[in-house]
C-alpha cells in the first residue's frame, strides 16, 4: 500500500488530535472531554496507519477507544459529576502550570528544530506485509517475557481495581 | 509542501505531550487529570510507533505494551478514585491535602 | 594469658553488661551487686598489668599487641588490634579506676531503671577502653562513637532537668568532629595505598606515609594542614577546647553524678589521647608549624584563663567544676603542643590527675547533691561543721585540683609549664595565670560551702560520708598522693612513648638519646621505624 | 654523723604528727594530742641541734662546703629520659629531686623555726586549751612545721616550693581555723591567693632558672653562677631574680602583695607569732638570700628588692603608727621589719638581713604570744582602746613583751638593736652611699617603730584601765605552759643578738663569720667588679670602722628612744577617749594612715572586683562576669538573633541567662533550621498537582541547564 | 527469526523464583476464598512460604550458575537477552525477598487491627516482587518498563488497601497520580532513546549512545539530553529524590505502615535497581553528562530532606523524610562512580556503598517501621513522635531495638548503616569530591539530631498511655531479624562486603 496525500493526511489527522488534545484538557463536562479523547485517539490511529503501523491502530482502536474509554465513561457516570461541573474548572495553580508547560514545550521544540536532523535523514523503510504477523512473532520472541509480565500487570489491574472498588471483599 | 518526516511526527507528540502535562497541571477533575495521563501516554506511543518506520517493529510492540500499561494505570486509577469518592464525596484534586508537610 | 591480657580487660565489663540483661529488673541489689563485682572485675582483671608493663616499660613500641592488621574486615583493610603503650597504658588504668569508683558511687544515687542504667555504663567502658587500645584507625572509630551512645543515654535518662538538651548537645558535638576526622583519615588511607599499594588502616602503617603529604607536592602544606584541622576539630571538641567547650557545662551539670565522673574524668581525656596518638603523629610538620601550632597553644591558654574566669562566676557548683575542667585540659593541650618530653609528659600525667582530681570533685558535688538535691552554691554554708571528713576530702582533693605541691596537681602543671617555658617563655607566662585562678575559684566555693556557720536550716541534718562513699575516695586519694609524692614510676613509664613523639615530630630535637634506648640494640630500628619510610609495606610486630 | 646524715628525717617528724592528728586525731584525748603533737616538734628540734653541731664538724673537715643529700628522684625519670633544651640549645635533663642540704644558713633557719616553733606549740597547749578543733589545730601546725622545714632543707628550687606553698596552705588552713566566722575565711582566702600570684612569679621564676642553668639544685646553680660564665647584668637572670622576688614578695608580705598580712591576725596568735611572725614569712628572705648568687649578678633586681624593701618598711610603720588592734599593730611592724630585712638584702648586706631575720624571730614571737596572753587575759579582746593598766594584773607578760618592745625598738643591748643598726649602717655605706635616701628612709621607720611599739605598750599595759567590769573581772596571768615561752624568748630577745656584736663596739661578728661560706663568693664578685661598697657585710667589717658607724649607732639609738618618749607622752595617762596625737595635728593623715591608705578597698575595686565602681565591676570577678557574659552570649551565642532582639534589648533579668545560654551551636540550628526548613515545607502542602508542578519545574530546570550549558 | 529455539531450559531455570512466586500469588488468590475469616493468617504463611521458594529457586540459579561456571560456560541471559539474572540481579533479588518477607510478617496483626486482613493484600505484595525482580533482571527496557508498572500499579493498591481511611485513600490517589504522571514522562524518554539507537536493549542503546557521542566528539546532542533527563525524571521519582520526591511522604503516612516499611525498603532498592541499571550498564558513556544532574540533585535532595525531617511529628514522614536524605547520600556514591579526577578509572567503591547502603537499609529501615507497626493499637494510630514517648517504659525490648535502628540509620559504628555511608564517603574521598564529602559528613551529624528526637521521645519522655504493648510472634520474629541484621553487618561486615562486590560483579 503505497501512501496517498501524505501530506494532507498528515496535516489532517494530527491537527484533529491536537485540537482534541486541547479539548480534553479544556472541556467542562467529563463526558465532553471522553469524546474528545476518544476522537483524538481514532485520528492517531489513522496516523499510526500513515506509519505502517496496522496493528497498533487496529489495538489503539478496539483496547483504547473501545475498551479504556468506556471505562473512563463508566466511572464518570459512577461518580456523581454534576457538582464539579458547575465549579471551577482549574485550579489556583493553573498560570504558572500552563507557563511551565509551554516552557517545556518550548525547550522540546526547540531541541527538535535544532536536533531533528537526525530524523529526518532516515527515510523510512516500509515494513508493508504481515505487519501483524511479524508483531505476533516477536512478541512470542524477544518479548515473550515481557509480554507474560504484561499478562501479571493486567491480572493485577483487575485485582486491584477490585480491591479498590468493591464495597465489601 | 515538505516531505513528511519523523520529525513532524516527533512534534505532534511533543504538543499531545504538553497537553497532557497540561491537564495534569491544571484541572481540578480527577477523572481529567487521568485521561491528560492518556494524553501523555499516547504521545509515547506516537513517538514510538514514528520511530519504529526507522528502526523496525520494536517501536510497535512496545507501543502495545505502553498501551497494556495505560489500560491497567486506568482501571487501578478508576478504582481508586470509586474509592476514594466513596469516602470523601469529591473528584477535585485541590481538595486532596489531608497528608502534608 | 599476656597475649589476651587487653582483649580480657576490653571485654569484662561487656560480660558484665550481658549477664546484667538476664537479671530480673525488679532486683536491685542484685544489679548494684553484680555491677560492681563486674567494674571491680574490671579494674582487677587489669591489674596485672601493671607488673607485666613495668617489665617493658623502656622497651620500643606498642606491648601486648593483638591481633594483625586487616584481620577484622579485610576488604576495607581493617583490623582488630590492641596494644598499648605507656600513654595509653596509664589510660588504661584510669579508666578501669574511674569505672570502678564511678559504679560505686551510684549505688544510692540512681534507684529508677537500675538495670539499664548499670548496663549503658558497662558499655560504656568497654567504648573507652577500646578507644584507648585500639592501634587500628577502624577500630578506633567505632569505639569512639559507638561510646557517644552510652553515654548520651546515661546523660539522657537520668540527667537533670535540662537532659535532653544536654544529652542531645554533647551527642552532636561530639558527632559533628569525629566524621570530619573520618573523612580526613580516609584520604590517609588513600594516600597510604598510593604509596605502599595496600588498603589499611592499620595505625603503624598510617604513622609511616600520613606525615609525607606535608611535603607532597601533589597535595601540599595546605592540605595537610586541612586534614590536620579536622582531627583538630573532633578532638579539640572533646577536649574541649575553647572554643568548642559549651557542651561541657552543659553535658557536666546535667549528667548523673558517675557520669560526670566518667565524662570529665575519661571521655575528655580521649581528646587529648588523639591528638597525641593520631594528629601529632600523622601530621608532624602541620603541628610544627608556627602558625598551626601558635593557634593550638593561643586556644590553650584562652582555655586555661578563659575557664577558670568562667567557673569562678558560677554558682553551680558543678558548672563550676566543669569549667574548671576546660581550664585544667587547656594545661594539657598547652602541654601537648609545647612539643617537647616535659611538656607531653606532663601532659599525659596531668590528664591522669585530672581524672583522678576531677572525678573527685564531681564526686564530692555528687554527694551534696544526693543529699540535698541541688547544686546551688548559695544553698549552701557551713558545711563543714556537719560533715567534717566530707570537708577533710574536699579540700584535699581541692588543693590537688588546684596543684598543690605534694598532691598529683602539681606535678603535672609544674612540668607542663617547664616545657612549655623551654619553648617560648610568654606561652608559660600567659598560663600561669590559670594556677592562680584556680586557686581563686577552688577557694571561694570551699569558703561558700563549707566555712561560715549553718545559715540554711535543712543543711543542719546531713549525714557525713557513709562507708562506702569513702570507699570511692580511696582509690583516688591514693592516687592523688602517689603521684604527688613519688611520680617518677609514671614519668618512666611516659618516657619511651614520649620521646618517640618527640621524636617524630622533632627528629633533631637534642638531647633524646637515653641510656636506655642506647643499651637495647633495636633502638635505631625503632628510630627508623619512627621515621617514615616510604613504600614500606605494612609489618606489625607480633607480641 | 648519723643525723647530719640523716637530715630529710626532720620534716618526717612533724609530717607523722599531722598525719597522726588528720588520720586519728578527732579520737584522741587532748593530753595524747599534746604528746605527740609537741612531742614531734620536740624531736625535730633536737634533732636539728645534733645535726647542726654536726653540720659544724662536717664543715671544719669540709669547709664551705654545704652538707647535700638524695632520697629520691621526684620530678622527672633518672633514666635520662626528660630532656629539654635550655637556652643556648643544650640538652638538660628534667630533673628534681628530694634532696636535702644543711649549710650555715640553712642551718640557722633550722634552729631558729624548730626552735621558736618548738615554744609556740608549748605555749599553744596552753592557749588553745578551751578551743574546739584542738587536734585539727595541733595537725596544722605540725603540717606547717613540715612545710616550713621542706622550705628550709629543700637543696633545690622546688623542693623549696614544695615548701613554699605548704606554709601557704598551712597559713590558710589556720587563718581560717575559725571557719565560721566569715572575716577569718575570707582572710584565709586572701592570703593564699596573694601568696599565689607571688608563687606564680616564683614558678616563673624556676622555670627561667632552669632554661638558663639547666638545673635547679642550689648547688649547680650557684656553682654555674660563680662561673663567671654570666655577666653580671644579664638580663635573664635579671629577669629571674625579679620573678623570684615576686615569689618573696608575696610570701614576705612585701609592697605591694603586702595586704594578706593584717588580715591574717585573724587565726589564733600562737599562729600569727609563728607564722605570720617568726618563720613563714621570713622564707622570702631566705629565698633572696639562697639565690644571692643570682642576685649579684643582677644589680637591677638588688637595687629593686632595696627600694621595695625600704618603701614596705616606712609604709607598713606608718599605718601602724594609728591602728587600735594589738595585733594589727604588730603585723604591721612585722611587714615594717620584712622590709628592712629586704632592704638588707638589697643593698648587698645578706648577713644583716639573715641577722634580723634571727632575732626578729625571738622578739616578734615574743610580742605576738605576749599579746596574745593579753588578749587571753582580756577575755579575747584585742582592741587597744579597752585595755590599759595591765602590768601589775599580768605581769611576767608586761616585762617579757617590754623587753621584745626595747629589742625592736633598736634600743642596746637588746638584739633587735644589732640587727637593725647593722642594716642601717650597711645601707648608708652602700655603693658608696648611694643608697643615703634609703636609710633615711630606714631612719625614720627605725623612729617610727619605737614610737608604735611603745604607743602599743602604753596603751597596754599602762594608763587607766578602760575595759569593761566583767572582763576586768576575769583578768589573770596566764598558765605556766605560756608564759615559760614567753620567759625563754625573752631571755634569746635579749641574748641573740650578742651573736652579732660587731666589731666596731669589739666584738666579733661570730654570726657573720658563720654565713661567710654562703656570702662569701658574692663579695668577691663584687670586689671583681669593683663594686667595693657593696661588699657582703661580713667581710667589710674586718677592714675598717668608719667614725661614721658609730655616729650612726648613736642617732638610731636615738631614734628609739626618742620613740619612746613621744609614745611615753602621749599615752602614759591614757583614759578612756584619749587623744591620738596624730589626729589631733592633721586629721586627714590620720584617716589616711587609719584606713591603711585605703589599699584594700583600691584592690578591691580594681584587682578582685569584690566591689563595683558605679555599676561596672573590675578587676578579675570583672573579667570572669564578662567572660561567662560572652561564654553565654557570643560563644554559645545568638543566632536566633531575629525573634530574641527584642528581648534581648530590653532588661538583664534572669530568663535572659537561659535564652541566651543555649546557642549558636546547637539552639541556634535547630531553630534557622526550623526557619530554612519552612520553604521546604511549602513545598509539600500537600496538593498533587503542586508536586506535579514542583516535578515540571525541575524537569525544565534541567533542560535548561543543558540548553545554556 | 524462528519459533521454538529461543526458549531454551536456561530461560525457565532463570525465571525460576518470578514463576514460583506468580504461582504463590495466585495460589494465595485462590485459598482465601476458602478460609474463614479467623484463618487469614494462612495467607501470610503461604505468601511467607512463597518468598522461601522463590529464595530456593534463587538458590539454585546460583548452584546451576556456579556448576556451569565450572564448565566454562556463563549463564545469565535469558529470553532473547532481554533478561539477565547476573549476580546484581540475584542480589537484589533476594534483597526484595528478605524485605517482602519481613514486611509480610510485621503485616499479620496490623491488618487485622484495622479490619482489611485480605488475601489480595499478600498476593499484591508478591506480585509486586515479581516486578522488582523483573527490574533488577530485565536488560531490555520494554521489560525493565513493564516490570516497573507492574510493581507500581501493585502499589498502589497497596498504598490503599485501607479503604476506610481517608488517608490511605488520599496517598494512594496522589501515588498513583504522579506516579502514572512519571512513568508516561519516562517512557517518552525511553521513547526517545529508542528513537535515537533503534532498539529497546540496554547493549544496544549503549553502543548506540556511544555512537552518537563518538560522532559528536562526545558532546550529547540536545535530543540525547531530553531522552536522558526525562528517563532520568521517572528514574529519580521512583528513588524519590528531591525534586521529585513530594510524593514519598504522604504515601508513606498514609500507607499501612508495613506497606510503608515494605516500601521503603524494597519499593526503593527495586527502583535502585533500575536506576543502576539504566544509568551504569545502559548510559554508562553517557556518564559525564549526567554528572552534575548527580550532583545537584544529591545536595538538594540531602539538603531537603535533612531539613525537612527535622521539623516533622509524624514518625513515618520524618522516617520517610529520612529515606529522602539517604537516598541524597546513596547518589553521592553514583557521583563518586563516574569521578571527574579520573575519567577513565570506574570508581566502583561508590557502587558498593549504594548496594551495602540497600542492604543494610532494608533491614534497620524495615526494624524501625517494624516499631512503628506495633504501636498500632484498637484506639492510637500510633505514628505520631508523641505515641512513641516513654516507649522505653512500655516495651523496653522495641525501644532498644528502635535505638538500633536509629543508630545504625544515623550512621553510627558499629551498626550496618554506618557502612553504607562510609562507603560512599569512602568513595567521595577516593574520587577526589573533598567537598562533597564534607557536605555528606555535615549532612549525617545533622541526621543524627532527628532521630535522636525519637530516641528522646523513647527513652527520656514519660509515657503518656502506660499499657504495655502486645507484639505478635511474627512481628518479633522481624524484629529480631532486623535487629541481629542490623548488629551482626555491623560488627562482622567483611562478608557482606564481599557479598555486595560480589553482586557488582566486581
Not at chain 3, 83 to 112: C, H, K, Q, R, Y
Not at chain 3, 456 to 485: Q, S, Y
Not at chain 5, 156 to 164: C, I, M, N, P, Q
Amino acid at each position: 500500500m503505497q501512501p496517498v496525500a501524505t501530506t494532507f493526511f498528515f496535516y489532517f489527522l494530527s491537527g484533529i488530535t491536537v485540537l482534541s488534545g486541547i479539548l480534553v484538557i479544556t472541556r467542562n463536562n467529563a463526558v465532553h472531554s471522553a469524546l474528545a479523547l476518544i476522537l483524538g485517539l481514532l485520528a492517531q490511529a489513522g496516523l499510526y496507519l500513515m506509519l505502517y503501523a496496522p496493528f497498533v491502530a487496529g489495538v489503539q482502536i478496539i483496547l483504547y477507544a473501545g475498551g479504556i474509554m468506556v471505562l473512563f465513561l463508566f466511572v464518570i457516570m459512577l461518580v456523581n459529576l454534576e457538582r464539579a461541573q458547575k465549579e471551577e474548572q482549574f485550579n489556583k495553580q493553573w498560570l504558572v502550570g500552563l507557563l511551565a508547560a509551554v516552557a517545556l514545550g518550548g525547550l522540546l521544540f526547540a531541541v527538535y528544530v535544532k536536533g531533528g536532523t537526525l530524523f529526518t535523514e532516515h527515510i523510512a523503510q516500509p515494513v508493508e506485509n504481515s505487519n501483524t504477523q511479524q508483531i505476533g512473532v516477536m512478541l512470542y520472541g524477544n518479548y515473550m517475557f515481557a509480554f507474560e509480565i504484561a499478562s501479571l500487570l493486567l491480572l493485577v489491574a483487575i485485582i486491584g481495581a477490585v480491591v479498590m472498588a468493591k464495597k465489601r471483599i | 509542501m515538505a516531505p513528511i518526516t519523523t520529525l513532524h511526527y516527533l512534534v505532534v507528540a511533543a504538543a499531545l505531550f504538553i497537553l497532557g502535562v497540561i491537564g495534569v497541571l491544571t484541572r481540578r477533575n480527577v477523572v481529567i487529570i487521568l485521561m491528560s495521563i492518556e494524553l501523555i501516554l499516547n504521545a509515547v506511543n506516537l513517538n514510538l510507533v514514528a520511530f519504529s518506520r526507522m528502526w523496525g517493529l520494536h517501536g510497535q510492540v512496545f507501543a502495545i505494551f505502553v498501551i497494556t500499561d495505560a489500560a491497567a494505570e486506568a482501571a487501578v486509577g478508576l478504582g481508586i478514585l470509586i474509592a476514594f469518592f466513596r469516602n470523601k464525596e469529591t473528584v477535585n484534586m485541590d481538595e486532596v491535602d489531608l497528608l502534608k508537610w | 594469658m599476656q597475649s589476651h591480657i587487653l582483649s580480657i580487660i576490653l571485654f569484662t565489663p561487656l560480660v558484665g553488661a550481658i549477664l546484667l540483661m538476664f537479671v530480673p529488673k525488679d532486683n536491685k541489689d542484685a544489679i548494684r551487686w553484680i555491677a560492681n563485682l563486674f567494674a571491680l572485675g574490671g579494674l582487677l582483671v587489669s591489674l596485672p598489668l601493671v607488673p607485666w608493663f613495668w617489665a617493658q616499660r623502656f622497651e620500643p613500641g606498642f606491648k601486648f599487641m593483638e591481633g594483625a592488621p586487616n584481620n577484622w574486615i579485610p576488604s576495607i583493610g581493617a583490623g582488630y588490634v590492641l596494644g598499648i603503650d605507656g600513654i595509653s597504658f596509664l589510660l588504661i588504668m584510669l579508666t578501669t579506676l574511674l569505672g570502678w569508683v564511678s559504679i560505686l558511687s551510684s549505688w544510692t544515687a540512681i534507684e529508677n531503671r537500675v538495670k539499664e542504667y548499670y548496663i549503658w555504663f558497662l558499655i560504656l567502658q568497654v567504648g573507652m577502653l577500646g578507644v584507648f587500645m585500639s592501634l587500628d584507625f577502624f577500630l578506633f572509630f567505632v569505639f569512639w562513637e559507638a561510646m557517644l551512645v552510652p553515654m548520651y543515654l546515661l546523660i539522657g535518662i537520668w540527667g537533670g532537668p535540662r537532659k535532653l538538651y544536654a544529652a542531645i548537645k554533647f551527642f552532636l558535638y561530639t558527632l559533628f568532629g569525629s566524621v570530619l576526622m573520618l573523612l580526613s583519615v580516609l584520604f590517609l588511607y588513600f594516600y597510604n595505598f598510593r604509596q605502599t599499594g595496600s588498603y589499611t588502616f592499620s595505625i603503624q602503617a598510617l604513622y609511616r606515609t600520613a606525615p609525607h603529604i606535608f611535603h607532597d607536592p601533589a597535595y601540599g602544606s595546605t592540605f595537610a594542614i586541612l586534614l590536620f584541622l579536622a582531627f583538630f576539630l573532633a578532638f579539640a571538641i572533646k577536649v574541649p577546647m575553647f572554643p568548642f567547650h559549651t557542651w561541657l557545662p552543659d553535658a557536666h551539670v546535667e549528667a548523673p553524678t558517675a557520669g560526670s565522673v566518667i565524662l570529665a574524668g575519661v571521655l575528655l581525656k580521649m581528646g587529648t589521647y588523639g591528638f597525641v596518638r593520631f594528629a601529632l603523629p600523622f601530621f608532624p610538620d602541620v603541628v610544627m608549624h608556627p602558625k598551626v601550632r601558635g593557634w593550638m597553644i593561643a586556644l590553650s591558654i584562652i582555655g586555661i584563663i578563659y575557664g577558670a574566669l568562667v567557673s569562678l562566676m558560677q554558682k553551680d557548683m558543678k558548672k563550676l567544676v566543669a569549667y574548671s575542667s576546660v581550664s585544667h585540659l587547656g594545661f594539657c593541650t598547652l602541654g601537648i603542643f609545647a612539643l617537647n618530653p616535659a611538656g607531653l609528659s606532663g601532659s599525659v600525667l596531668q590528664q591522669i590527675n585530672h581524672g583522678i582530681s576531677t572525678g573527685a570533685l564531681f564526686l564530692i558535688v555528687g554527694i551534696l547533691y544526693e543529699r540535698r538535691h541541688t547544686r546551688e552554691i548559695s544553698e549552701y554554708g557551713g558545711i563543714s561543721n556537719v560533715m567534717p571528713l566530707y570537708a577533710t576530702i574536699t579540700m584535699i582533693m581541692f588543693l590537688s585540683s588546684m596543684g598543690l605541691p605534694l598532691l598529683n596537681g602539681f606535678v603535672g602543671e609544674f612540668t607542663i609549664l617547664q616545657g612549655t617555658f623551654v619553648e617560648n617563655w610568654r606561652w608559660a607566662a600567659w598560663a600561669v595565670p590559670g594556677v592562680i585562678l584556680a586557686a581563686a575559684y577552688l577557694l571561694w566555693l570551699y569558703q561558700r560551702v563549707f566555712f561560715g556557720t549553718v545559715t540554711n536550716p535543712k543543711n543542719e541534718k546531713l549525714h557525713d560520708l557513709t562507708p562506702r562513699e569513702v570507699l570511692t575516695f580511696v582509690p583516688l586519694l591514693i592516687m592523688a598522693f602517689w603521684i604527688g609524692l613519688y611520680p617518677k614510676p609514671f614519668f618512666q613509664i611516659l618516657q619511651q612513648p614520649v620521646n618517640q613523639l618527640v621524636l617524630t615530630v622533632r627528629p633533631d630535637y637534642p638531647g633524646i638519646s637515653s641510656p636506655v634506648n642506647a643499651s637495647i640494640p633495636a633502638a635505631p630500628a625503632q628510630a627508623a621505624a619512627l621515621h617514615p619510610v616510604t613504600a614500606e609495606t605494612t609489618k606489625v610486630a607480633k607480641p | 654523723m648519723f643525723f647530719l646524715f640523716h637530715i630529710w628525717l626532720i620534716p618526717l617528724f612533724p609530717a607523722f604528727g599531722a598525719a597522726v592528728m588528720f588520720c586519728f586525731g578527732r579520737k584522741l584525748q587532748k593530753q595524747t594530742v599534746n604528746a605527740v603533737c609537741v612531742g614531734v616538734v620536740v624531736v625535730a628540734f633536737l634533732f636539728s641541734c645534733i645535726a647542726f653541731s654536726q653540720y659544724l664538724g662536717y664543715a671544719r673537715d669540709n669547709p664551705g662546703k654545704p652538707y647535700q643529700t638524695t632520697v629520691y628522684t621526684w620530678l622527672g625519670t633518672d633514666t635520662g629520659g626528660m630532656n629539654f633544651v635550655k637556652y643556648d640549645g643544650t640538652p638538660a635533663a628534667f630533673q628534681t629531686d628530694v634532696g636535702f642540704l644543711l649549710d650555715p644558713l640553712s642551718g640557722i633557719w633550722l634552729l631558729f623555726v624548730t626552735g621558736v616553733g618548738m615554744l609556740i606549740h608549748i605555749y599553744s597547749t596552753g592557749y588553745m586549751a578551751h578551743e574546739g578543733g584542738y587536734y585539727r589545730f595541733f595537725g596544722y601546725l605540725n603540717l606547717f612545721m613540715f612545710s616550713m622545714l621542706t622550705l628550709i632543707l629543700a637543696n633545690n628550687y622546688v623542693l623549696m616550693f614544695v615548701g613554699w606553698e605548704g606554709v601557704g596552705l598551712c597559713s590558710y588552713l589556720l587563718i581560717g581555723f575559725y571557719f565560721h566566722r566569715h572575716s577569718a575565711s575570707t582572710a584565709a582566702n586572701k592570703a593564699f591567693i596573694v601568696n599565689r600570684i607571688g608563687d606564680a612569679g616564683f614558678l616563673l621564676g624556676m622555670f627561667t632558672i632552669a632554661w638558663y642553668f639547666g638545673s635547679l639544685r642550689f648547688t649547680d646553680v650557684n656553682h654555674l653562677a660563680h662561673s663567671g660564665h654570666f655577666a653580671i647584668g644579664d638580663p635573664v637572670i635579671t629577669a629571674a631574680t625579679l620573678l623570684l622576688f615576686i615569689g618573696a614578695c608575696g610570701k614576705s608580705a612585701q609592697l605591694p602583695l603586702y595586704v594578706w598580712l593584717p588580715d591574717a591576725m585573724e587565726g589564733p596568735t600562737p599562729v600569727s607569732a609563728l607564722i605570720h611572725a617568726a618563720t613563714m614569712v621570713t622564707a622570702g628572705v631566705y629565698m633572696v638570700a639562697r639565690s644571692n648568687a643570682l642576685f649579684v649578678l643582677a644589680p637591677t633586681s638588688m637595687k629593686t628588692v632595696a627600694i621595695v624593701g625600704a618603701l614596705t618598711a616606712i609604709f607598713a610603720a606608718s599605718i601602724g603608727l594609728v591602728q587600735n588592734d594589738i595585733k594589727r599593730v604588730l603585723a604591721y611592724s612585722t611587714v615594717s621589719q620584712l622590709g628592712y630585712m629586704f632592704l638588707a638584702l638589697g643593698v648587698g648586706a645578706f648577713t644583716a638581713g639573715v641577722f634580723h631575720v634571727f632575732t626578729h624571730a625571738f622578739f616578734k614571737a615574743l610580742l605576738f604570744l605576749g599579746s596574745g596572753s593579753v588578749i587571753h587575759a582580756m577575755s579575747g579582746e584585742q582592741d587597744m582602746r579597752n585595755m590599759g593598766d595591765l602590768h601589775k594584773r599580768i605581769p611576767i607578760t608586761h616585762w617579757t613583751m617590754f623587753i621584745a618592745t626595747f629589742a625592736i625598738a633598736g634600743i642596746p643591748p637588746f638584739a633587735g638593736f644589732f640587727s637593725k643598726d647593722e642594716i642601717l649602717w650597711q645601707t648608708w655605706s652602700s655603693e658608696h652611699g648611694a643608697y643615703i635616701h634609703l636609710w633615711v628612709i630606714g631612719y625614720v621607720t627605725a623612729l617610727m617603730t619605737a614610737f608604735y611599739m611603745f604607743r602599743l605598750m602604753f596603751l597596754t599595759f599602762h594608763g587607766r584601765a578602760r575595759m569593761s567590769h566583767e572582763v576586768e573581772h576575769h583578768i589573770h596571768e596566764s598558765p605556766k605552759s605560756m608564759t615559760g615561752p614567753l620567759i625563754v624568748l625573752a631571755l634569746c630577745s635579749i641574748c641573740a643578738g650578742w651573736l652579732g656584736w660587731p666589731h666596731s663596739l669589739g666584738g666579733s661578728d661570730r654570726f657573720a663569720k658563720f654565713l661567710n661560706p654562703v656570702f662569701a663568693k658574692e663579695a668577691e664578685v663584687f670586689r671583681a667588679e669593683g663594686k667595693g661598697g657593696q661588699l657582703a657585710a661580713g667581710e667589710k667589717e674586718e677592714e675598717h670602722t668608719s667614725p661614721i658607724e658609730y655616729g650612726l649607732m648613736f642617732l638610731s639609738v636615738g631614734a628609739g628612744v626618742v620613740g619612746w618618749g613621744m609614745a611615753w607622752r602621749a599615752y602614759r595617762n591614757a583614759d578612756k577617749g584619749y587623744a591620738e596625737p596624730i589626729a589631733a595635728a592633721a586629721p586627714p593623715v590620720y584617716d589616711l594612715l587609719y584606713n591603711k591608705y585605703y589599699v584594700d578597698e583600691a584592690y578591691d575595686y580594681a584587682f578582685t572586683g569584690r566591689r563595683k565602681v558605679g555599676d561596672v565591676r573590675l578587676g578579675v570577678m570583672g573579667l570572669g562576669e564578662a567572660s561567662s557574659w560572652f561564654d553565654a552570649n557570643v560563644i554559645d551565642g545568638t543566632v536566633n538573633a531575629a525573634g530574641w532582639m527584642t528581648r534581648l534589648a530590653g532588661t538583664l533579668s534572669s530568663w535572659w541567662d537561659k535564652w541566651i545560654i543555649d546557642g549558636l551551636l546547637v539552639n541556634g540550628p535547630a531553630v534557622l533550621s526550623r526557619i530554612v526548613s519552612y520553604p521546604v515545607r511549602i513545598l509539600q502542602w500537600g496538593l498533587v498537582q503542586w508536586y506535579a508542578l514542583v516535578m515540571v519545574f525541575g524537569l525544565v530546570g534541567f533542560v535548561a541547564y543543558y540548553a545554556w550549558r | 527469526m524462528g519459533g521454538a529455539q529461543y526458549f531454551t531450559g536456561t530461560d525457565y531455570l532463570l525465571s525460576l523464583p518470578i514463576i514460583l512466586l506468580t504461582l504463590f500469588a495466585l495460589g494465595i488468590l485462590l485459598i482465601d476464598l476458602m478460609i474463614p475469616r479467623e484463618l487469614k493468617w494462612v495467607n501470610a504463611a503461604t505468601a511467607f512460604v512463597g518468598v522461601l521458594f522463590a529464595a530456593g529457586g534463587l538458590v539454585r540459579i546460583q548452584l546451576a550458575q556456579a556448576e556451569l561456571m565450572l564448565q566454562g560456560e556463563r549463564v545469565e541471559w535469558a529470553f532473547m537477552h532481554s533478561m539477565i539474572m547476573d549476580h546484581f540481579a540475584i542480589y537484589f533479588s533476594y534483597l526484595f525477598l528478605a524485605g517482602a518477607a519481613i514486611a509480610i510478617l510485621m503485616s499479620v496483626r496490623y491488618l487485622e487491627i484495622e479490619h482489611e486482613h485480605h488475601g489480595e493484600f499478600y498476593s499484591l505484595i508478591l506480585f509486586s516482587v515479581v516486578g522488582m525482580m523483573v527490574m533488577a533482571s530485565g536488560f531490555d527496557i520494554v521489560l525493565i518498563f513493564i516490570g516497573l508498572e507492574l510493581m507500581a500499579i501493585s502499589t498502589y493498591v497497596l498504598v490503599g488497601f485501607l479503604r476506610s481511611d481517608k488517608r490511605s485513600n488520599e496517598a494512594a490517589l496522589k501515588y498513583l497520580l504522579l506516579g502514572a504522571f512519571s512513568s508516561g514522562i519516562f517512557a517518552y524518554g525511553l521513547s526517545l532513546f529508542y528513537g535515537l539507537t533503534g532498539s529497546t536493549n540496554l547493549v544496544n542503546i549503549g553502543i548506540g549512545v556511544q555512537r552518537e557521542l563518538t560522532a559528536r566528539h562526545n558532546h550529547a546532542s540536545p535530543i540525547l539530553v531530553v531522552a536522558l533527563l526525562t528517563t532520568c525524571v521517572g528514574l529519580f521519582f521512583k528513588i524519590a529524590a528531591i525534586p521529585f520526591h513530594q510524593w514519598l511522604p504522604d504515601a508513606y503516612e498514609g500507607a499501612p505502615t508495613s506497606v510503608t516499611g515494605f516500601m521503603s525498603v524494597a519499593v526503593k532498592a527495586a527502583a535502585w535497581a533500575m536506576l543502576l541499571r539504566i544509568l551504569i550498564w545502559g548510559l554508562y558513556p553517557m556518564r559525564k553528562v549526567y554528572l552534575p544532574l548527580l550532583i545537584f540533585v544529591s545536595i538538594v535532595t540531602m539538603t531537603g530532606a535533612n531539613l525537612a525531617a527535622l521539623t516533622q511529628n509524624n514518625l513515618k514522614r520524618l522516617l520517610a523524610y529520612s529515606s529522602i536524605a539517604h537516598v541524597g547520600y546513596m547518589l553521592l556514591g553514583l557521583v563518586a562512580f563516574a569521578s571527574v579526577d579520573y575519567p577513565d578509572a570506574a570508581m566502583t567503591d561508590g557502587l558498593k556503598g549504594i548496594l551495602l547502603y540497600l542492604l543494610v537499609y532494608t533491614f534497620m529501615n524495615l526494624g524501625a517501621f517494624a516499631v512503628v507497626t506495633s504501636l498500632r493499637q484498637r484506639d492510637v494510630i500510633g505514628d505520631e513522635i508523641d505515641d512513641i514517648a516513654g516507649l522505653f517504659s512500655r516495651a523496653p525490648t522495641e525501644a532498644v531495638l528502635m535505638l538500633i535502628f536509629l543508630l545504625s540509620l544515623a550512621g553510627i559504628p558499629p551498626l550496618a548503616g554506618f557502612y553504607g555511608k562510609y562507603f560512599i564517603f569512602l568513595s567521595l574521598m577516593e574520587s577526589g569530591h573533598y567537598v562533597l564529602a564534607s557536605l555528606a559528613v555535615l549532612y549525617a551529624v545533622f541526621g543524627l539530631y532527628y532521630y535522636m528526637r525519637i530516641a528522646n521521645a523513647m527513652f527520656m519522655r514519660e509515657a503518656t498511655d502506660k499499657t504495655r504493648l502486645p507484639i505478635s510472634v511474627a512481628m518479633k520474629f522481624a524484629l529480631g531479624v532486623s535487629a541481629v541484621a542490623t548488629v551482626y553487618i555491623g560488627i562482622f561486615p567483611e562478608r557482606f562486603i564481599k557479598l555486595v562486590t560480589w553482586s557488582a560483579g566486581l
